[in-house]
């Protein structure tokens, strides 16, 4: 009998020991995860790339399950940038781009609702019944019902990119960090596609990422960053669980400290 109670013992400290250990292991508790549209369309650059968009969103179930709470942002460039065209008026780029990003939403989210997750998408703009318009109190009452939140259309202006998009909504609901989930494995001192001496950097404050204007995200998102002590990590979309390896803190891009 005694032995009994001793072996139960033993299996409730291992019980509390392994919750302690997976506390230590989620060190955030809501992020904002920002994925490249060109990441998301493989090895095609453009469109979707199913087999890696399901792959994503299995990641973001996986840590959705442990309790975090995630708002996403997503680029356009896997359909059209701002400044695809030469020949149409930026303002009417941007637009398109903007609409680029909320196809990107509309698709990863029915994805992520495929798996079993609940979301919701939110546009700057009014957008049909496509999407919800974008209010801190709406998105709130969305993490408390347990969705994941994509935050679409960018900020509903031109000349501000989803990099910009990404800062703001970041410190607007308040996120840890932003997990920036990009086609390039982390920050370099160069660009790694034109020069293949270019060295990455392990860890960075976000004030040597301006003052070198490093192309972690576009120079005004940067200097957000810096002015709001938003961190970031910056790591590659295709390797193995890298979003949840960034979220345990195992992940092997680039730390941008703040």
Known sequence: MISGLLNRQHIANSVICDKINFRRQLIMKRVLLKLSGEALAGEKKTGFDEATVIEVAKQIKTIAAEGLQIGIVIGGGNF???????????NKADQIGMLATVMNCIYVSDICRYLGLKTEIFTPFVCGAF??????????????QGKIVFFAGGTGHPYFSTDTATVLRAV??????????????GIYD??????PNAAKYDEISIEEVVAKKLAAMDLTASIMCMEQKMPMLVFALDEKDSIINAVHGKFVGTKVTV
């Open 80 to 90: 059209w940038r701002g400044r695809t065209s030469e020949t149409i008026d930026r």
């Open 131 to 144: 999407t919800s318009l974008y209010s801190k109190d709406a998105v709130e009452e969305s993490f408390a």
């Open 172 to 185: 607007e609901i308040e996120a840890e960090a932003i997990l920036l989930a990009k086609a390039v494995d």
């Open 190 to 195: 160069s660009d790694p596609k034109t020069n």
